[in-house]
């Protein structure tokens, strides 16, 4: 170990020394961006990159079950990925189908998938039911995995599959009217039953959420860390857990 090594670890543990566990988030959502980046500064391949970003999922989750984090929702691909050319998406989606039976296999996490299956290759959807029923019994954190996510195409299928809920039961659309509210749309999200994110990270700089749950993110704090996702390390997630716990939350009052 070199003196840089250790004074980071000496560092990461004052920080961690310092953290109440009372005031860490439940529910944390991150956009994991950066891959290309860190992999064109790093002199590899976008694929390169996107494998080294799949690798820090499993250190992450690890770091969340150290803090007593609950829900940890992962954006590993957006519904606007999926128009990115073929020799690029078939490699990426692979990648993340690995990532998934991984997150799988080590049987602490229950794995959720959130987006549009319809949006995605017949491969991927199997790994991702799959993923979903062989940890549906785990008691870990719920991993929420976003793959063909995207915010305003959540909201526009929370309202379709409303509007079928009621047509089967035989309301109207004028009676329908007048008793949908914010808590019947939230009944038909994708992360229906969970809690909204307290705090959502995003690596790489950018400071805009692109389409991040946007209905669940009313209220959440955010976080923009400047490091690539594949270099984000425990202490860049300590960092992030410090300053939520030194915001006072107001919820609009």
Known sequence: MN??????????????????????????????????????????????GHKAGASKIQELLGWCAE???EVVTLWMLSTDNLNRPEEQLVPLLGIIE?????????????????????LLPARTQAVLK???????????????????YGGRQEIADAVRSLLLEHADKGTSFEELAEIVDVEHISEHLYT???????????????QRL???????SAHSEYYFCEV??????????????RDYAARHRRYGT
């Open 67 to 69: 803090t007593d984090v």
């Open 98 to 118: 690995d990532a998934v039976r991984a997150l799988a296999a080590d049987g602490r996490w229950r794995v959720h998938h959130v987006g549009t299956l319809d």
């Open 210 to 216: 692109s389409g991040f749950m946007l209905w669940q």
């Open 192 to 206: 229906r039953g969970q809690p909204d994110p307290d705090l959502v990270i995003r690596t790489s700089g950018e």
């Open 130 to 148: 799959e993923a979903q029923q062989a940890t549906h019994g785990n008691t870990g954190i719920l991993v929420n995995v976003a793959v063909g």
């Open 3 to 48: 003196l840089r090594d250790l004074v980071y670890r000496l560092y990461a543990r004052r920080v961690e020394g310092r953290l109440d566990h009372a005031q860490v988030p439940k529910h944390i959502g991150v956009i994991l961006d950066g891959n290309r980046r860190w992999a064109k500064a790093s002199g590899g391949t976008p694929e390169q």
């Open 228 to 241: 690539h996702w594949p270099a984000f390390r425990k202490v860049d997630f300590l960092r992030a857990l």
